[in-house]
């Protein structure tokens, strides 16, 4: 606390955040910039008065990172912002209504996507037999109910480069979201469920097919548990190792694509050469998006939809060429949902699905 108290004293408003935020740069907005979100975070954690629209500027935060990036001060403007989050949650005044809809989804169901879960494993292309490798693919809850040809690409490719893993039928939600939304506590809850269920079977890596399950696995399961008895990785971290020596299938993917950098693999965990190493191995040419990319808008689309379809819609705006390719099964979800809602008919695929293609 006290560390991100002295980083707030530091902001001395030069503005360099600005010219990269997403939520700013949309319509310079200035309620919806890193500058306003540190002023009210201060105002909260100080205990001074606020209004309700300053709360807002919590909430649209989309925890990007690229703010932090460019600052010269290295303010970590999503800590403050969490830790924010964290002192609206002691006061009773967070999560707002919609966060509470999705929490109470997910501890009702096992996941944020509102699926079912006897049909969690609808997706899997072959019935599969008890397997009790040490490896995990977790797949996630946007990839088990709503971007399916995420898990069900990923599943093949694996097998078909001969990795050994097991999939879970009762494989849960990582707890993400409710870390994000600052319930600590059923936060830790499910992080303990999860880490004790990894144990039990002997799980010591985890490849996931979510940034936010890797980020959240990596840094926020520790945070909470201490020492945990598993490594999570990205699957795109693996791929390009992965494919070295592999017989690529030249004709068949496509030829060009745009690569889209999800926030949290490429700015909080800094994985951006690996997809596109991984890509450009199979043939296809990598177009990238100017400048610092906006965000897809993911993680506050539960509670400000509008302001989520702008932040997509900018990013096909942008996108040089299609097909679109993502290592985000989020980012692809609100992408397509993005471009189907706008009638830009801009195809998003997940970069597994490209990879596959190349492989005979």
Known sequence: MTDLMQMLELCDECRSCLQVCPTYR?????????????????????????????????????????????????????????????????????????????????????????????????????EVTVNDSGTLLYVGCLASYLVKDAAVSSYLLLKKLGIDFMVLQDEGCCGYYLYDAARLDLAKEKFEENAEKFKKLGIKRVITLCPACSYCFQRYYPQLLGNVDFEAMHIAQLLPFLLKGSEIKAGDQPSEVTYFDPCTLGNAMGVRDEPREALKVCGVKVNDLPGNAFCCGGMIRGVYRELALELATSILDQAPVAPIVSACPFCNFCLNWASHKTGKDKKVTYITETVLQALP
């Open 26 to 126: 949309l319509n310079e907005d200035y309620e919806l910039s890193p500058i306003a979100r540190i002023i009210v975070a201060k105002k909260i954690l100080t205990g001074q008065e606020f209004t309700p629209e300053m709360r807002e500027r919590i909430y649209t935060c989309t925890k990007c990172h690229l703010c932090t990036s460019v600052c010269p001060q290295h303010i970590d403007i999503p800590a403050i912002v969490h830790r924010a989050r964290m002192e609206l949650v002691k006061w009773n005044l967070g999560p707002l209504e919609g966060h509470n809809k999705i929490i109470e989804g997910l501890q009702r169901l096992g996941n944020a996507a509102n699926g079912d879960p006897d049909k969690r494993l609808d997706w899997l292309p072959e």
